[in-house]
């Protein structure tokens, strides 16, 4: 597994979309007019049922042809009465918005009846009808909060608008009696010399408030006539105060706060860095914001272990430890193709015939692809083409060449590289090779569906590197399924799941992402191109460009560089190894194991509470991870199933919201926006996130108010 699919070229993209959409296409069957003993057209309706049996008196045979993806037939066929489970997985079909209050698809079921010339065929259309489970609540800001009343939570307020947190009160000249006197309350209260006159105005506010029915929660001595006391309901407290005539004002304890203003994020001018989606979902808005202001110096080098690179891709020019500075090529078949055996010089060679991208070329632009204008710029060649995460922090690329121009590599030439990588030395045909530039941070955007004890040379590789100082990332799988696969899921190894864009806040589990509990981490990995996902916003070519990792790449029909849209875990890994040396090179963290504690800390905890098989303890936060500055101040709310799916109801302008989901268990939280992604509530942000099972037996479910503090 290196990666799971490779496109040809953004044009390849639009054409392989065109051909499948051209062979997908089909005519409507014809259904003749049913006769005596045809099965005829139904309504099944499951109401809040989650299964129904189906058993319908019929005397011939019969099939189930279609039926819709979140209905699960039991039996496909049969002779006699047509007899199955009907089985919803309403969650299946919930839209993003989760504004449906009920599902709706048809089970097509062909039979034939009777025999010789008598018989007779045709397809019934039963049509299957459930009704969707209710999540209620409502989401605000702490200071929209007012009494009784909630106001819009759709941004958070502007300054000056944020509630009072209480009255302050002063009683008039003569109105408290003698200074130092007791409290008409009766009573026994001590005062400081000065204050008696403050004491009683505290006494006296509380006593009119608590008879108005409202309940004092704090209160204090201001000054010689006057005093704070906190209220929840503020207008309350403010009218029964100035109806009494020896008060000589009552006003609100106003907030006030500091007039900063938010920083602004960068956002690159590279020419297709606008359909890099993952940079910005991932925070990196505000962390190149941070990175302007210096402090990225430490020298960090992030091993590629992978196919090799095109050293000349004018988008890696400066940002590669080139052959004779560390790079190395650990294979020694001289038919691996670039016609030689084990050097110094990692390129991703040409061969014959040769016309996919570069693996390695692809993942190393995603780490440390340069900004701005290309030097020495191709014919036809983009400019400026795409941006990496380093962006101004001295990150390097260090690549190690184990995957041979077919796509395959040995568990051997792996466990070869990864030491080498880690700046241990390796014998290849009597030689000794040890770089100069031992990696901290190692990539593994490589491995299969291998036995543990086949992965062992691998995973004592990784052990080594471990223990040289080295954090090894790799990419957990695409197979669709709970496979651990190696050496992503070696001890010491940083296994990375798949995340993509849902259309809702929170991104979504990637379905071919392998989920197995040595998967730690999650990071953006794309979606299947022929999904039809598209979320990200961009366009190529005036048509909207699907959820995919755009990067680094070279075009070896034409021997050209050029960028290449890619998904897998194979993109998501690079994203982890990135991140990784910029905390490095900030001096967030200093070594392998306070990195990997920190990268957990903060990551966006998805889908089930806690570290789970789909996401591990979540997806990376680039923003928090590194302690940048705030760009957004943005308030909104979030929903997760534990199945790795996100949603996104409406919030009314109270707040409110009424999400129509299936059934499981789901997450929502509300929360503010710092790092200006979308996603509400990460880490050092304010949140508040309630849990609801929704089941037949308890189709609704109220979450109350959440308030993010």
Not at 16 to 38: E, H, N, R, W
Not at 335 to 348: I, K, P, R, S, V
Not at 356 to 377: D, L, P, Q
Not at 446 to 471: F, H, K, Q, T, Y
Request: proline share 6%.
């Amino acid at each position: 597994m290196t990666h799971l699919y490779r496109a040809a070229g953004l044009v390849a993209i639009a054409l392989a979309l065109s051909a499948c959409d051209q062979l997908s296409s089909k005519s409507p069957p014809v259904t003749p007019p049913p006769g005596p003993g045809a099965l005829q057209d139904r309504t099944l309706g499951l109401g809040l049922s989650t299964q129904q049996k189906v058993n319908v008196p019929f005397g011939g045979s019969w099939r189930v042809t279609d039926y819709p993806d979140w209905v699960k037939v039991s039996q496909q066929g049969g002779t006699g009465a047509v007899s199955f489970t009907l089985t919803a997985d309403r969650q299946q079909a919930t839209p993003v918005a989760a504004d449906q209050a009920s599902l709706s698809g048809v089970i097509k079921v062909s039979w034939t009846a009777g025999e010789g010339s008598a018989a007779q065929n045709g397809t019934a259309s039963w049509t299957v009808t459930a009704q969707q489970y209710e999540l209620t609540g409502r989401a605000a800001l702490p200071a929209q909060v007012t009494g009784t009343d909630l106001v819009t939570s759709a941004a958070r307020p502007a300054a000056g608008t944020v509630a009072p947190r209480g009255v302050i009160v002063k009683y008039r000249s003569g109105a408290l009696g003698t200074q130092g006197a007791e409290p008409a309350t009766g009573t026994s209260a001590r005062t400081a010399p000065g204050q008696g006159g403050a004491s009683r105005a505290v006494a006296l506010g509380a006593q009119r408030l608590t008879g108005a029915g409202l309940t004092v929660t704090r209160r204090a001595p201001l000054g010689e006539r006057s005093a704070a006391l906190d209220v929840r309901d503020v207008p309350a407290a403010l009218a029964a105060l100035r109806a009494d005539p020896n008060v000589e004002y009552a006003v609100p304890n106003v907030v006030l706060h500091t007039q900063a203003t938010l920083a602004q994020p960068v956002t690159p001018a590279d020419q297709f860095a606008p359909l890099q989606w993952a940079y910005p979902l991932l925070g990196y808005g505000a962390v190149w914001r941070d990175m302007e202001a210096g402090g990225y110096t430490r020298a960090i080098t992030v091993a590629v272990v992978d196919s090799g690179v095109r050293f000349d891709h004018p988008d890696l020019q400066g940002q590669l430890w080139q052959p004779g500075e560390g790079a190395l090529d650990v294979l020694t078949d001289p038919q691996n193709g670039d016609g030689d055996g084990a050097d110094t010089d990692a390129t991703d060679p040409a061969t014959p015939g040769r016309t996919g991208g570069s693996h390695g070329t692809h993942v190393s632009g995603i780490i440390a692809a340069r900004w701005g204008t290309n030097a020495g710029v191709c014919a036809g060649c983009s400019p400026s083409g795409v941006v990496g995460a380093s962006y101004k922090a001295n990150v390097k690329v260090l690549p190690v060449r184990v995957i041979d121009a077919s796509g395959n590599a040995t568990s051997e030439d792996v466990a070869l590289g990864i030491r080498y990588a880690a700046g241990l030395p390796v014998v290849i045909g009597g030689t000794t090779y040890r770089t100069a530039h031992a990696a901290q941070v190692i990539n593994l955007s490589l491995g299969g569906e291998v036995s543990a004890d086949e992965a062992r040379p691998m995973c004592e590789a990784i052990a080594d590197a471990r223990a040289a100082g080295a954090l090894v990332v790799a990419a957990a799988g695409n197979g669709y399924g709970t496979a651990p696969y190696y050496p992503a899921a070696c001890e010491g190894a940083v296994s990375v799941a798949s995340v993509t864009l849902s259309g809702a806040s929170a991104p979504m589990h990637s379905p071919f992402s392998n989920a197995y509990p040595q998967v730690q981490l999650a990071a953006p990995g794309g979606a299947d191109p022929y999904s039809g996902a598209k979320f990200n916003g961009g366009t190529f070519n005036g048509a909207a460009f699907p959820d995919m990792i755009l990067s680094t790449s070279w075009d070896y029909s034409k021997n050209v560089p050029n960028y290449e849209a890619e998904v897998g875990t194979s993109q998501a890994s690079p994203q982890v190894a990135a991140l990784a040396a910029l905390m490095l090179s900030k001096g967030v963290t200093t070594g392998a194991d306070d990195t990997l504690a920190r990268l957990r800390e903060t990551a966006t905890d998805l889908g089930a509470a806690g570290r789970d098989n789909l996401f591990g303890f979540g997806m990376i936060n680039a923003a928090a991870a590194l302690n940048a500055p705030a760009v957004s101040d943005a308030f909104g709310l979030r929903v997760q199933s534990s199945r790795g799916l996100s949603f996104q109801p409406k919030l009314d302008s109270t707040g409110a919201f009424r999400a129509y989901l299936g059934d499981g268990t789901y997450r929502v939280t509300a929360g503010t926006d710092a790092n200006g992604n979308g996603v509400y509530g990460e880490s050092g942000e304010t949140r508040d996130e309630r849990s609801a099972a929704l089941a037949e037996a308890t189709p609704k479910v109220e979450l109350g108010t959440l308030i993010p503090r």
